[in-house]
């Protein structure tokens, strides 16, 4: 499968737990549910806050495309 794929899939699975957990049900197969990039569909070195792996978060944090972050030094 691509990544497209597997993000439309991750996508129906969320919707489906999150739709669940309102009505007060327990979600069928909750552990099969897991977090993946918004842009390149990478699930390992996923950064909550920021919605994204930590290989996107490098390179938008390097353009500064990411408000409030900027690149450390000591």
């Given at each position: 499968?691509?990544?497209?794929a597997l ?29 993946r990039c ?36 000591w």
């Amino acid at each position: 499968m691509t990544r497209r794929a597997l993000l439309n899939s991750q996508k129906k699975r969320m919707t489906a737990y999150r739709k669940a957990k309102a009505e007060g049900r327990h979600p069928e197969m909750a552990t099969r549910v897991y977090n993946r990039c918004q842009l390149c569909g990478r699930r390992h070195g996923y950064m909550r806050f920021f919605g994204i792996c930590r290989i996107c978060f490098r390179e938008l944090a390097n353009k500064g495309e990411i408000p409030g972050v900027r690149k450390s030094s000591w």
